[in-house]
């Protein structure tokens, strides 16, 4: 059974980098899509981006300008890097994988998540 | 970018029904999706392309469409079931995944 587990500093300084990271066990990180979504004290969820195990990336556009995303196969994480941040970034962050299918040549996301790991608070203040 | 609305707070009694809503122009083609948050834990997928279940869900939960409205509707409603529950599309046209705002359950 696959389980996802984010790390990374809790405490982030306004106009830095915040960097995390996402662990994946119980599977490969290859062949998969893999996302990263947020939630702001109190408030709903916010999709950040995706990536496939090829490294190809979709962001929402609302973050595209700041976000960064990119996986290691060989250690079987991906990550995300949100430059730039303000107080508005802190939030938990989650990773999640998006279910999919494939074929003998390619596969394909389902639009939808179906693990999640369990998230991890990132504060932005100086 | 297209937006999901979903309803104000739904309060029920333990073995009632609940039904919460999630209103997209066009949602019908749309495959809507559905998470369950209890408080402090990270989303649950609790039901996929608009009516299906994944493995581990009870049969309580069931999913439909109907116009531009899908609707999560869980019978038999427990105490445990009590938490935020959102639904979830994927736009195709901008490749993104658009979520609801969210709708908080109360078991009276």
């Known amino acids: 059974q696959v389980q996802l587990q984010e790390s990374g500093p809790g405490l982030v300084k306004p106009s830095e980098t915040l960097s995390l990271t996402c662990s994946v066990s119980?599977?490969?990180?290859?062949?998969?899509?893999w996302s990263w979504i947020r939630q702001p004290a109190g408030k709903g969820l916010e999709w950040i981006g995706r990536?496939?195990?090829?490294?190809?990336?979709n962001y929402n556009s609302s973050l595209k300008s700041r976000v960064n995303m990119s996986l290691d196969t060989s250690k079987n994480q991906f990550s995300l890097s949100l430059s730039s941040v303000t107080a508005a970034d802190t939030a938990v962050y989650y990773c999640?994988?998006?279910?999919?299918?494939?074929?003998?040549?390619?596969?394909?996301?389902?639009?939808?998540?179906?693990?999640w790991g369990k998230g991890t608070t990132v504060t932005v203040s100086s | 970018s297209y937006v999901l609305t979903q309803a104000p707070p739904v309060s029920v009694a333990p073995g009632q029904t609940a039904r919460i809503t999630c209103g997209g122009n066009?949602?019908?083609?749309?495959?809507v999706h559905w998470y369950q948050q209890r408080p402090g834990q990270a989303p649950v997928l609790v039901m996929y392309?608009?009516?299906d279940r994944p493995s581990g869900i009870p049969e309580r939960f069931s999913g439909s469409k109907s116009g531009n409205t899908a609707t999560l509707t869980i019978s038999r409603v427990e105490p445990g079931d009590e938490a935020d529950y959102y639904c979830q599309v994927w736009d195709v046209l901008s490749d993104h995944k658009i979520f609801g705002g969210g709708t908080k359950l109360s078991v009276l």
């Open positions: 999640a994988r998006e279910s999919g299918y494939c074929s003998r040549t390619s596969c394909y996301p389902r639009g939808y998540l179906d693990v």
């Open positions: 119980g599977g490969s990180i290859s062949s998969s899509y």
């Open positions: 066009n949602i019908g083609s749309e495959s």
């Open positions: 990536i496939y195990s090829t490294g190809n990336t």
């Open positions: 392309d608009d009516g």
